[in-house]
């Protein structure tokens, strides 16, 4: 039997991002709950503006509970999918056990169908709480081998820092120009995510190419193997420029989506990256390729 909502102590809002003290509340939840702080995407050009937050707020401002709505659209098999991402759910603990993020699932779900999105997706560590509302996980696969030889005659990139106004003003521009980094599973716009995601790894670098007016996101380890984690182009450029680029000459590369565009072949590995991947629609529709959305899409 479902538990019945108990609201009592609690307001229901919803679309407060507009809303200072709103904003700050979920900035709260967020840090209280997951020990992540989302505050510095107010430099970085703000919220995206299609979400549409939900949450149960208590007679203090406080964000008891919260869950986010905004659109998504994606490339799925190389046709674009209108569709919306859910994010920032969370629960304090003294409110849960009161049907609450229920709630505020079914209440995200119907706007969802009420903006007529064909599908929905979300990240989660707890895929359970999802299937009966109809997701399902989606295999993640990321791809691994030799480097390709670097070209020789490009450009020397440079780092680009999104708190540098003139940095971030170019990352912003090439962000809505961009082309999707794959045709098997990548977003086609996603800057608030990007931008946000830059901040939350410290080991993430951001790398400008000029020849191809390409930004990279990558990551060296302690081995040495070159990571490729997006890139932000209107037309991607080789994985070969882009080392060349970035003057580097791994042995091994991981790329973490499908590198059809990269003119390089690696092979796909399940990713674990601790997360599942869960879409809600679209029928049986899966990647006709091992994919991945890029880590710098994660929401």
């Known amino acids: 039997m479902t538990k019945r909502l108990d609201s009592t102590g609690l307001t229901f809002r919803q679309d407060y991002f507009g809303d200072a003290a709103g904003w700050a509340a979920l900035v709260r939840l967020l840090q209280d709950i997951f020990g992540i702080d989302i505050g510095p995407l107010q430099q970085l050009g703000g919220p995206d503006p299609t979400s549409m937050p939900f949450g149960w707020f208590d007679a203090d401002g406080e964000l008891a509970a919260n869950l986010s709505a905004f659109a998504l659209p994606f490339v799925l098999n190389g046709r674009i999918v209108h569709a919306a991402g859910l994010q920032s759910g969370a629960v304090r603990p003294p409110w849960r056990g009161r049907g609450l993020y229920r709630d505020l699932t079914v209440k995200a779900l119907d706007w969802c169908e009420r903006q007529g999105f064909e599908a929905v997706i979300l990240y989660t560590d707890k895929p359970s709480l999802y299937e009966p509302y109809g997701f399902r996980a989606m295999p993640l696969h990321r791809y691994v081998g030799t480097a390709p030889t670097p070209e020789i005659d490009a450009i020397p990139a440079r780092p680009l820092l999104p708190a540098s106004a003139d940095d971030l003003a170019l990352l912003q521009l090439l962000l809505k120009a961009r082309s999707p980094v794959s045709t098997t599973l990548s977003v086609t716009a996603n800057a608030a995510m990007f931008l946000i995601n830059t901040q ?8 400008f190419l000029e020849d191809c007016q390409a930004v990279v996101a990558w990551k060296m380890d302690g081995t040495g193997r070159f990571s490729l984690l997006d890139v932000v182009a209107a037309e991607i450029p080789s994985l070969a420029a882009i080392l060349g680029g970035l003057d580097i000459a791994s042995a091994a590369v991981e790329v973490l989506f499908r590198p ?20 809600r629609g679209l029928g049986d529709d899966a990647p006709h390729f091992p994919a991945m959305l890029s880590p710098m899409a994660d929401f």
Do not use: N, Y
């Not at 939350?200 to 790398?207: G, H, M």
């Not at 059809?260 to 879409?279: C, R, V």
């Open 200 to 207: 939350l790894d410290a080991d993430v670098r951001i790398s």
């Open 260 to 279: 059809d565009k990269l003119g390089w072949t690696g092979t796909p590995q399940p990713f674990e990256g601790g997360t599942t991947l869960m879409l």
